[in-house]
């Protein structure tokens, strides 16, 4: 099966190319489109396979491929050879709870206090700017050290004193 697309080089060309379930599945190792020399897929449109398994569709892969592509357009400009995209897992954390995370970066794992700290220490790094990290680690401090939270979960809705509560819901 082949979709007929528009060809973003020259406008009101059309160019036959091969239909996939993913639009941008079929592409090659610059992360181009298999068959154009100057369309790119990355992100959501693009599913990368490296080492045989597909990376996640996550933000880390997404942001890697962009630098990789942005570079490599430059580098076309320039009249250089392109690179061709490697993802770098540098690893994966989460916050649990409160005192509570975990963190696998490389071969190392930690969880608990030292997975959340590292959690918030990495997340501030990556802030642009002095400023809004304080301010970040300001509200986090003003959260952590008064029990307060930022979200809440309505888990069921309160009935004022005297009031007849609603029938459950079965559905």
């Not at 490296?50 to 630098?67: E, F, K, N, Y």
């Not at 409160?98 to 700290?117: D, M, Q, T, Y």
Request: zero cysteines; glycine letters at 10%; a positive charge.
């Amino acid at each position: 099966m082949r979709r007929r697309t528009q060809d973003p080089g020259q406008p009101g060309q059309r160019v036959d190319r091969p239909a996939t379930r993913l639009p941008a599945r079929a592409r090659d190792e610059f992360l181009r489109v298999r068959g154009e020399e100057r369309v790119f897929a990355i992100g959501d449109i693009a599913q990368v396979e490296q080492d045989g398994r597909p990376l996640p569709q996550m933000a880390p892969p997404a942001m890697q491929a962009g630098r990789q592509v942005a570079d490599n357009i430059l580098r076309t400009l320039r009249g250089e050879a392109m690179v061709p995209f490697r993802y770098r897992d540098k690893g994966i954390m989460a916050v649990i709870g409160r005192n509570a995370g975990v963190s696998r970066i490389g071969g190392l794992e930690v969880k608990g206090f030292v997975g959340w700290a590292g959690w918030l220490f990495v997340h501030l790094y990556y802030l642009i700017g002095f400023r809004n990290r304080l301010a970040v680690l300001a509200r986090w401090a003003w959260y952590y050290l008064l029990y307060d939270r930022p979200i809440r979960i309505i888990t069921r809705a309160r009935v004022p004193v005297g009031a007849t509560p609603p029938p459950p819901d079965d559905g």
